[in-house]
């Protein structure tokens, strides 16, 4: 594991603060962005979990820009963004949001570094999106599947991907880590895009769920309209 997983970063991905966000190009045909709560484990877990997916993305061949610890308005700015000004496929990732039976009754949010945001913030910032723009969101984790399905949102554009894991309440224990200090969940998402690359979301859920089950976690998988989850690939 590298001693600077930031400057790993930074090899794979562009820092938007640093390129300013009014100077991010505009009509990008595929982007992803990543947002980090970098403190959120005892380790650098959150910051290997965004090179990995900022590795997966330009695989996709995608633009990739992350932030690191983003208030509140950083955030809003970065969605709207990569919302409103991404042409063909936006992947937007947060990494940093540990889970636990501890957690399954708290409050559906992402922390920021100045507060946090949620699902309504979220999906109303997304549903000003170009309507043939396919936009996915991915969570590392999430406290339970309430609040965050897409088909229940009142959605006025089409093609919104969401998928991320949460605890299973029948389970005792929860794993969200590998021995590596990777988490279980990116990496089974990888490994399921890598064996076929035109998988949809129910074909990633399939491959995933099994694995993810066995640490203590289940997956909410959905889209909007509810046909894109079995016949509309993910990612490419």
């Given at each position: 594991m590298s001693t600077n997983p930031l400057r790993d970063l930074a090899a794979v991905a562009r820092d938007i603060r640093t390129v300013g966000i009014g100077s991010i190009p505009i009509n990008i045909e595929r982007a992803c962005l990543i947002m980090i709560n970098q403190y959120a484990y005892h380790n650098t877990a959150s910051i290997q979990s965004a090179i990995r997916v900022a590795k997966f993305a330009r695989w996709a061949t995608c633009e990739v820009y992350y932030l690191v610890d983003p208030n509140v308005?950083?955030?809003?700015?970065?969605?709207?963004?990569?919302?409103?000004?991404?042409?063909?496929?936006?992947?937007?990732?947060?990494?940093?949001?540990?889970?636990?039976?501890?957690?399954?009754?708290?409050?559906?949010?992402?922390?920021?570094?100045?507060?946090?945001?949620?699902?309504?913030?979220?999906?109303?910032?997304?549903?000003?999106?170009?309507?043939?723009?396919?936009?996915?969101?991915?969570?590392?984790?999430?406290?339970?599947?309430?609040?965050?399905?897409?088909?229940?949102?009142?959605?006025?554009?089409?093609?919104?991907?969401?998928?991320?894991?949460?605890?299973?309440?029948?389970?005792?224990?929860?794993?969200?880590?590998?021995?590596?200090?990777?988490?279980?969940?990116i990496n089974e998402f990888w490994n399921a895009i890598k064996t076929a690359p035109s998988s949809t979301l129910k074909d990633i859920y399939n491959h995933i769920a099994p694995e993810l089950n066995v640490f203590g976690q289940k997956i909410l998988a959905s889209t909007y309209p509810p046909e894109d989850y079995s016949k509309t690939p993910l990612v490419l």
């Open positions: 308005n950083e955030a809003t700015e970065a969605l709207t963004h990569f919302s409103t000004s991404v042409r063909k496929f936006s992947f937007i990732y947060f990494s940093g949001n540990p889970i636990s039976q501890d957690t399954i009754d708290a409050k559906a949010v992402i922390k920021c570094s100045n507060g946090t945001i949620g699902p309504n913030l979220i999906y109303s910032t997304i549903d000003q999106k170009p309507g043939d723009l396919k936009l996915v969101i991915c969570v590392d984790g999430i406290n339970n599947p309430e609040l965050w399905d897409p088909k229940d949102q009142d959605l006025t554009m089409e093609h919104v991907a969401f998928f991320a894991p949460y605890p299973d309440p029948e389970q005792a224990h929860l794993q969200q880590l590998d021995l590596q200090n990777e988490t279980i969940f």
